[in-house]
Nanobody, 123 residues
């Protein structure tokens, strides 16, 4: 059973950057596609992006494309979400997840979830 722990969240001004980390334990993430999702108060959980385990290419939601980058370091069992040019609408709790298959924008395709880390972007 894979356990995931996110870190790196915090308060940042609009236009700033944050890097979130997601460290896995209890198993290797080497063969898992890894996703990032976010949830703002009163909203449903929203897809941010995922990185494939084959080739490590990534797919992003249109709302973050060009600003966010996902990377993985399998040797460290860690996935990263680099967030640049942050906007107030990026404020949410950010979750990482380990999925199955080749990766998906659907939260239902992910088997393991972290507890989330809060990101707050002030205007």
């Amino acid at each position: 059973q894979v356990q995931l722990v996110e870190s790196g969240g915090g308060l940042v001004q609009a236009g700033g950057s944050l890097r979130l980390s997601c460290v896995a334990s209890g198993g290797t993430i080497r063969t898992y596609p890894m996703g990032w999702f976010r949830q703002a108060p009163g909203n449903e959980r929203e897809f941010v992006g995922f990185i494939r385990w084959i080739g490590s290419s990534a797919t992003y939601a249109d709302s973050v494309k060009g600003r966010f980058t996902i990377a993985r370091d399998n040797a460290k069992n860690t996935v990263y979400l680099q967030m640049n040019s942050l906007k107030p609408e990026d404020t949410a709790v950010y979750y990482c997840a380990a999925g199955s298959g080749l990766g998906s924008a659907s939260a239902g395709q992910y088997d393991y979830w972290g507890q989330g880390t809060q990101v707050t972007v002030s205007s």
